[in-house]
């Protein structure tokens, strides 16, 4: 059987709202009291068959020849981890890095970034 697995890693700067988007890809409320993400917070996101299509736009009317989705009777099982985006974690975010992940990275464009992510370019993102 093949194994429909993904691995979304959330990186940012503290309060930007990796664990809010996190929790409303899940389907999870808006929590304006969430405290933040202490190291790594995970949870799992399954998208069966049709949810997945639904999400790309993929139809009986418009199928998508290029791309291999699970079967109607499998499932696309998301490992999502939120890293906390304070500074003091940076170090560790290393250990949890991987090139089979995709990235998400949130930013808040009415702030800017935290005086110690900074390492030579104008956005910060350099740290990740």
Same mark, same amino acid.
């Given at each position: 059987a ?9 990186? +940012?700067?503290?309060r930007v709202g ?7 890809? &899940? /389907?999870l409320?808006f929590?304006s009291?969430? &405290?933040?993400?202490?190291?790594l917070g #995970?949870?799992? @996101? !399954?998208?069966d068959?049709? $949810?997945?299509r /639904?999400w790309? /736009? #993929?139809?009986?009317?418009?199928p998508?020849? &290029? @791309?291999? @989705?699970?079967?109607d009777?499998?499932a696309?099982?998301v490992? *999502?981890?939120? *890293? $906390? ?5 940076y %170090?560790?975010?290393?250990?949890? @890095?991987s &090139? !089979?992940?995709?990235? #998400? %990275?949130?930013? !808040? ?6 005086a110690e ?6 956005? +910060? $993102?350099?740290?990740?």
């Amino acid at each position: 059987a093949d194994c429909w697995c993904a691995r979304w890693i959330f990186v +940012g700067f503290e309060r930007v709202g990796k664990t809010s988007l996190s929790r409303a890809l &899940q /389907g999870l409320p808006f929590d304006s009291r969430e &405290q933040s993400t202490n190291g790594l917070g #995970v949870s799992t @996101l !399954r998208l069966d068959a049709h $949810a997945l299509r /639904g999400w790309l /736009g #993929v139809t009986s009317e418009a199928p998508c020849d &290029q @791309l291999r @989705l699970p079967a109607d009777d499998e499932a696309l099982e998301v490992g *999502m981890w939120d *890293m $906390a985006g304070q500074s003091v974690y940076y %170090l560790t975010h290393d250990i949890f @890095l991987s &090139q !089979r992940a995709t990235y #998400v %990275l949130p930013w !808040r464009c009415d702030r800017s970034p935290p005086a110690e992510a900074l390492c030579g370019t104008d956005d +910060g $993102a350099c740290s990740w």
